[in-house]
């Protein structure tokens, strides 16, 4: 049987305004965390919040980024997640002291907040969603925003087993984007909570294991559903020693010239990548001389 390895496969309910779509995250997985030394706790939380990043991703209609962050005061600090429109994701994370195995996300959080970002990448304008975290794992925190923030009706499963991390999101689209659909509103409801229902029977094995083919006809067999064509997923980091560059000017010649001082050179490790950046007098010197454009393109990641 054919697997659906770093997929993600968009699919919907005919007739009604349920869609949805499943994600399998290996390679692009792997990638992302492989050069991390992470504790295992957050590398289940990271790959989750990989395959979850990608779900909501598939559902906007943006050409730049969906940036999800978890912040708190507790052992670990901050969780990012970063993908891009054709499904380029990195991920990374800061923790501060011993983060034992067996200890979960939910172990290490105080005081945690969930930072929402979409990033168009194309001059218009960020958005970004703050809100306390809330559930007691990282669908229900992701489900409770969407509902409160977007008024957007959600269902996420999320898992990983070590080697991939899978999803499936189902979500009711506003009534009002589908005038179209003559529903009575209780047949609107009834549609959603029955799908929701048949979707409450999938196992984590099988969101790993199987095609997304496979898995929908498994849990919908009765209902009319339409599978679109799959997309793939992939590990991708944007830095750059342009980027890079531009964030060294943006800290200015004062705070540059005392780190050439004290150190000699200046150098930069992408948290996501662990590409490393170096940069001597004479590079830095360059970089500020080029300084003249920098104002205008403050949007560095
Ligand atoms: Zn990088």
């Keep these: 049987m054919k697997n659906d390895h770093d997929t993600l496969q968009r699919f919907l309910f005919e007739h009604t305004a349920i869609r949805g779509n499943i994600v399998n995250l290996t390679n692009t997985l792997q990638l992302a965390l492989n050069k991390q030394h992470l504790p295992t706790g957050l590398k289940q939380a990271l790959g989750e919040l990989m395959a979850a990043s990608a779900l909501l991703t598939a559902t906007l209609k943006m050409n730049g980024s969906l940036i999800l962050q978890l912040q708190s005061k507790g052992i670990l600090k901050l969780l990012v997640v970063e993908c891009n429109a054709t499904f380029g994701i990195r991920a990374t994370a800061k923790w501060s002291g011993d983060v034992k195995d067996d200890q979960t996300l939910f172990d290490l959080l105080e005081h945690g907040q969930f930072v929402i970002t979409l990033d168009p990448k194309d001059g218009g304008q960020t958005y970004q969603g703050i809100v306390p975290l809330e559930g007691e794992n990282i669908s229900a925190m992701l489900e409770n925003y969407m509902l409160r923030s ?146 205008l393109n403050s949007n560095v990641h």
Excluded at 158 to 178: F, I, R, T, V, W
Excluded at 241 to 265: C, F, P, W, Y
């Design 150 to 295: 977007e008024q957007i009706d959600t269902r996420i499963w999320l898992c990983y087993d070590g080697n991939s991390a899978a999803g499936m999101l189902l979500q009711k689209l506003p009534e009002a984007s589908h005038q179209e659909i003559n529903h009575e509103h209780h047949e609107y409801d009834d549609a959603w909570n029955r799908i929701c229902h048949l979707a409450e029977t999938i196992r984590d094995k099988e969101l790993l294991d199987l095609p997304t083919e496979t898995i929908l006809k498994r849990l919908f067999h009765e209902e009319d559903v339409r599978l679109f064509e799959a997309s793939n997923t992939q590990f991708f980091c944007s830095c750059s020693r342009t980027s890079v560059a531009s964030m060294l000017r943006m800290l200015g010649q004062d705070e540059i010239n005392s780190i050439l001082e004290e150190q000699g050179k200046i150098e930069v490790n992408c948290d996501f990548c662990n590409a490393h950046y170096r940069f001597d007098p004479v590079d830095a010197a360059q970089l500020l001389a080029s300084d003249t454009s920098t104002k």
